[in-house]
């Protein structure tokens, strides 16, 4: 195996046994166990296994995991009811409380400590509203053939035209359903992978 | 007279090393800054120290949050920049208090075992 894959293969682990870990926390071990096998390479260009005796050395995915699990206060791990509350906030809480829940949603978001401000911004960006939106679309546009009747409340008043449907094509309508099935998919998407950064 | 199982010596130690290693790493950095990789590496290297160099990563992100070490990043000629790790003002009065508390504790439970050197 060559030396990155090795050095994939080991982080990937790393990654895999600290799952439990706070997300900056994690992030910043991988970051540096990462440099450590950059550095060995580095300093040992000219020994082929130079990252493979790196790897023995550094030991046990899990030993180092316990360890940094071994480190953590209470108060430094809050990952709390808040955190669930605004994951669910983003992705029900425009249907449940109009507007109001997700606003709530993105401010339990921001607060929170767990996630990256990129993490955050994902959570904001896609989708707005989150399952709302998609579900608003598809309830108040009716998109098809427009039909138009005419009608006159009384012989002598003007006639009153109403219509409904935009009159859009085949092809308009197929792409109207694609785009609420991909901010529906895009919205939980974002959910899932929040909940797993944690 | 009860066989020693190797597994106890194993914890014993393990016990032991848990309350001087973070005083080791920041001896290790008592004369001067030194980069992640070389630190962890030279520690590795001690016997009896470190068992896996690995674990000294999440000890010294939990020296660096109690303000006991602190990290700046320079400029390598061979390959990516480097992380070097020294002693806060804070970290070496640490290690000199420790230092100080060691010696008196040792001298005491040398004098208990009955150990003469």
């Given at each position: 195996m060559s030396d990155d894959k090795l050095a994939k293969e080991y982080l990937r682990r790393i990654e895999r046994e600290m799952s439990r870990l706070p997300g900056p926390r994690r992030r910043e071990l991988r970051e540096e166990i990462a440099e450590h096998l950059a550095t060995a390479r580095a300093e040992n260009p000219r020994d082929p296994s130079a990252v493979r005796n790196a790897i023995e050395r550094l030991g046990d995915p899990a030993d180092i995991a316990a360890e940094?699990?071994?480190?953590?206060d209470y108060q430094d791990d809050p990952r709390d009811w808040r955190d669930t509350a605004a994951l669910a906030l983003l992705l029900v809480g425009g249907i449940v409380l109009p507007l109001v829940g997700w606003i709530v949603g993105v401010v339990?978001?921001?607060?929170?400590s767990v996630w990256s401000t990129r993490d955050k911004l994902l959570g904001t960006l896609v989708v707005p509203g989150g399952l709302a939106l998609p579900l608003y679309l598809e309830l108040t546009v009716t998109l098809g053939s427009r039909t138009c009747t005419s009608s006159?409340?009384?012989?002598?008043?003007?006639?009153?035209?109403?219509?409904?449907?935009?009159?859009?094509?085949?092809?308009?309508?197929?792409?109207?359903?694609?785009?609420?099935?991909?901010?529906?998919?895009?919205?939980?998407?974002?959910?899932?992978?929040?909940?797993?950064r944690r | 007279m009860h066989c020693m199982v190797p597994g106890d010596a194993k914890d014993r130690l393990a016990q032991l090393r848990k309350g001087?290693?973070?005083?080791?790493?920041l001896a290790a950095l008592r004369e001067d800054e030194r980069y992640a990789f070389d630190l962890?590496?030279?520690?590795?290297?001690?016997p009896g120290i470190v068992?896996?160099?690995?674990?000294?990563?999440?000890?010294?992100?939990?020296?660096?949050?109690?303000?006991?070490?602190?990290?700046?990043?320079r400029e390598s000629t061979t390959g990516p920049p480097r992380r070097y790790y020294r002693l806060t003002p804070e970290g070496r009065?640490?290690?000199?208090?420790?230092?100080?508390?060691?010696?008196?504790?040792?001298?005491?439970?040398?004098?208990v075992l009955g150990v003469r050197d």
């Amino acid at each position: 195996m060559s030396d990155d894959k090795l050095a994939k293969e080991y982080l990937r682990r790393i990654e895999r046994e600290m799952s439990r870990l706070p997300g900056p926390r994690r992030r910043e071990l991988r970051e540096e166990i990462a440099e450590h096998l950059a550095t060995a390479r580095a300093e040992n260009p000219r020994d082929p296994s130079a990252v493979r005796n790196a790897i023995e050395r550094l030991g046990d995915p899990a030993d180092i995991a316990a360890e940094a699990r071994a480190g953590l206060d209470y108060q430094d791990d809050p990952r709390d009811w808040r955190d669930t509350a605004a994951l669910a906030l983003l992705l029900v809480g425009g249907i449940v409380l109009p507007l109001v829940g997700w606003i709530v949603g993105v401010v339990l978001l921001w607060r929170s400590s767990v996630w990256s401000t990129r993490d955050k911004l994902l959570g904001t960006l896609v989708v707005p509203g989150g399952l709302a939106l998609p579900l608003y679309l598809e309830l108040t546009v009716t998109l098809g053939s427009r039909t138009c009747t005419s009608s006159q409340r009384s012989i002598d008043a003007p006639f009153v035209e109403s219509c409904t449907g935009t009159g859009a094509t085949a092809l308009q309508q197929i792409g109207f359903v694609g785009l609420v099935i991909v901010l529906t998919l895009a919205s939980a998407a974002t959910v899932v992978t929040l909940a797993r950064r944690r | 007279m009860h066989c020693m199982v190797p597994g106890d010596a194993k914890d014993r130690l393990a016990q032991l090393r848990k309350g001087t290693l973070q005083y080791c790493v920041l001896a290790a950095l008592r004369e001067d800054e030194r980069y992640a990789f070389d630190l962890v590496r030279s520690l590795g290297e001690t016997p009896g120290i470190v068992v896996s160099e690995g674990t000294v990563y999440p000890l010294l992100s939990r020296l660096r949050r109690s303000g006991l070490v602190e990290t700046t990043w320079r400029e390598s000629t061979t390959g990516p920049p480097r992380r070097y790790y020294r002693l806060t003002p804070e970290g070496r009065a640490a290690l000199e208090s420790f230092t100080d508390e060691w010696r008196a504790f040792r001298a005491t439970v040398d004098d208990v075992l009955g150990v003469r050197d």
